[in-house]
């Protein structure tokens, strides 16, 4: 269940949202004031926070500070009456991911923080990791180890696939169409897979890697383990 962190010291307000979430099948916890919603952000961790700045005993935006001087990674959106630019680039300076000024309809606002969850749950999942093979899919780098590997275009391409369907065995034609897209149609053979995968599996020992790029004769290549 996704954990979310209200930071509102309005009880209304706070209550109706936490009502709405709730229904939506989030967990909320709430925070009225700013040395509660301190506690909470530095005892738990949150998928989401909305944070209002004016709050009693403290401004939101050290609450943004704290998070950041404690290196958590919690989705936050500000929720705020005081809809001045200068509290809007300030909040997103400090790694707000959202801005709502109020008043704002709940709607909206579940659909800002699912934004938000979503986003952040792909940014937790870009590195594709198989034994001593890491690779990331935004960098679009690679690394053996600590190696880095570099491939071109095409190889990367083929090892990010091999790893995305490890342990099936991958025909020619489905490798040819995976690496040149709609291309693969102007192909007569497939020798220049078995070329780029050479290569592939040359980089990848050199830079420390066992090998796990088998071929499966008259079938075409699998990526295991054994
Ligand atoms: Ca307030």
Redo the contacts with the bound molecule.
């Keep these: 269940m996704m954990k979310i962190l209200i930071i509102?010291?309005?009880k209304e307000l706070s209550k109706s949202i936490a009502t709405y979430l709730g229904r939506e099948n989030y967990q909320c916890d709430t925070a009225f004031t700013y040395k509660e919603g301190s506690a909470l952000l530095a005892e738990k961790d949150f998928d989401c926070i909305l944070l209002?700045?004016?709050?009693?005993g403290g401004d939101g935006i050290q609450l943004l500070q704290q998070l950041k001087d404690d290196q958590k990674t919690d989705g936050v959106i500000i929720i705020?009456?005081r809809d001045s630019i200068d509290d809007k680039i300030n909040g997103l300076q400090l790694g707000a991911d959202d801005y709502l000024p109020k008043p704002f309809h709940l709607s909206e606002l579940s659909a800002r923080i699912a934004a938000i969850i979503r986003r952040k749950q792909y940014q937790g999942n870009n590195a594709l990791q198989f034994e001593e093979i890491t690779v990331d899919l935004l960098a679009k780098t690679v690394k053996v180890n600590k190696n880095q590997v570099d491939l071109t275009k095409t190889e990367y391409q083929l090892l990010v696939y091999l790893l995305n369907n490890k342990n099936r065995v991958i025909s020619k034609n489905a490798i040819a169409e995976a690496i040149s897209g709609d291309g693969a149609a102007l192909y007569d053979n497939f020798d220049f897979i078995y070329v780029h995968i050479k290569n592939l599996k040359k980089k990848l020992a050199s830079a420390g890697a066992a090998d796990y790029i088998k071929s499966i004769y008259g079938m075409g290549y699998k990526l295991t383990i054994t």
């Excluded at 209002?52 to 009693?56: G, R, T, Y």
């Design positions: 509102e010291d309005e209002d700045l004016s709050l009693p705020s009456a």
